[in-house]
C-alpha cells in the first residue's frame, strides 16, 4: 500500500504513528498519574490541576502557532521546517522526563508550556512539509493513510499506556513516551536530503493534529 507514495511522506507518517503512539500512551493515565503523584490522593484538587494544565497547553500552543507559521512562511524552502519539527519534537521529548520528576503542580504547568512550545513548532513546519511533498492526484490517500497510521498509534498504546501502568507504574509509562517521541525525531532526519531551497507547490490544507 505505501509503495507508491514518495519517501518524505512516508517519512512523515511514521513520525505522526510514533510521535503520537508516544502521547496516546499518556492520555488515559495522565489525570490519574496528577492524583497519585502531584496531589497525593485528592482528586478534587488532581482535577483541577488537570484542567489548568490543559488550559495552559492549548492556549500556550494556539498563540505560538500563528507566529511561528508565518515566520516559516516569510523563510522560504523547507530546511527551517525540517529543523523546526525536529527542535520541537525533541522538546515535546523531554516533557514526560518532566513529569517523572514533577512533586509540585507548577512543575506540571512549566512541562505543559515545554510541550506547547514543542508541538506549536512541530504543526506548522511538519506539514507544511507534507503538503509540498505530496502526491499529485494522491492528496486524499495519502492524507487518509497518515491519519490511518496515526489513529491506529493512538487507539493500541492509549489502550496499552492504561494496562502497563496497571502493571509496573508511571515511570515506564513516561520514560517510553519520552523514548518514543525522541525516535520520531530522530526519523525526521532521514529526509534532511530531500528538503528543497524553494517552496513547492501546495496542494491541500492540512488537517487538525489530535495532540
Known sequence: ML???NKVIKVIIVYDFFLNSAWGLLAPIFAIFIVRNITVGDPLVGARVAGFASLIYWMTKSLLQIPIGKYLDRNHGEKDDLWFAVTGTFLAGLVPLGYLISTQ????????VLYAVGMSMVIPSAYSIFVRHIDKGKEAFEWGTDSTFLG????????LGGVISSIFGFRVILIVASFLTILSASLMLLIRKEMTSKDKTIHEIPPSKIF
Open 152 to 159: 491506529f498509534g493512538v487507539g493500541v498504546t492509549g489502550a
Open 3 to 5: 509503495k507508491s507514495i
Open 105 to 112: 503542580p507548577w512543575h506540571i504547568y512549566l512541562c505543559q
